[in-house]
């Protein structure tokens, strides 16, 4: 079936649907099961081609990947990414992003205005201040953004594929306190003859 222009209204019904969101083709076990209605993206039912396709896209990527959909920038994730979310997950799931990230919002708002006007962007190990543990933490990631575009001029969404990179930004600060003191460890004995000559130039001759 090809895939509806994002934005459009064909909707796939039920059998369809559960289809698509079924665990042998859902990744994320917690996307398979029809939602309540409750969220703005309403029962999995009802979503239409664009939405179910692009869903089960992000839910097959070997990479921690987000959907944002619709007005809300409402989270579709797959398990990759809800490794990342801690204790954020499963209520993150469903929820728009501003209610699951408010720490981060102030962040993310203009970068996703810029995608949802057609941009894509890319950062590379930013810095997120987020609360996944349950306590504010400085993480470190690698992003890309890229819009879902629509039969008007906004994205009907915005895919975002998320590596962390903490571990190794730390291990690189980790690195670069290391250098400059092993380099001034071995640059000590030197210094410490210097100042004994200096003392004693007595000694000079026998160095």
Not at 144 to 169: H, K, M
Request: proline share 8%; with cysteine.
């Amino acid at each position: 079936m090809p895939l509806p222009p994002l934005g459009g209204t064909r909707r796939w019904a039920g059998p369809a649907a559960t289809r698509l969101f079924s665990p042998a083709t859902a990744r994320c076990a917690s996307v398979a099961a029809p939602s309540t209605g409750a969220t703005p993206l309403g029962h999995s039912d009802t979503w239409s081609g664009a939405l179910c396709m692009t869903a089960t896209l992000v839910m097959s990527s070997p990479f921690p990947t987000v959907l944002l959909w619709g007005d809300a920038l409402t989270q579709i994730h797959n398990d990759e990414y809800r490794v990342l979310m801690g204790v954020k997950h499963p209520a993150g799931l469903r929820q728009a992003t501003q209610a699951c990230w408010p720490e981060v919002w102030a962040i993310n708002e203009p970068i996703y205005t810029r995608v949802r006007a057609g941009e894509s962007i890319a950062f590379e190990d930013a810095l997120y201040p987020i609360t996944r543990s349950g306590v504010l933490e400085d993480a470190w990631f690698t992003l890309g953004y890229s819009p879902l575009r629509s039969a008007v001029a906004d994205a009907a969404g915005i895919l975002v594929t998320v590596l962390e990179t903490t571990a190794r930004v730390h291990a690189r600060r980790l690195e670069d306190e290391r250098v400059p003191l092993v380099s001034e460890l071995d640059a000590a004995p030197s210094r410490v003859l210097d100042e004994v000559f200096r003392a004693r130039p007595e000694q000079r001759g026998r160095r």
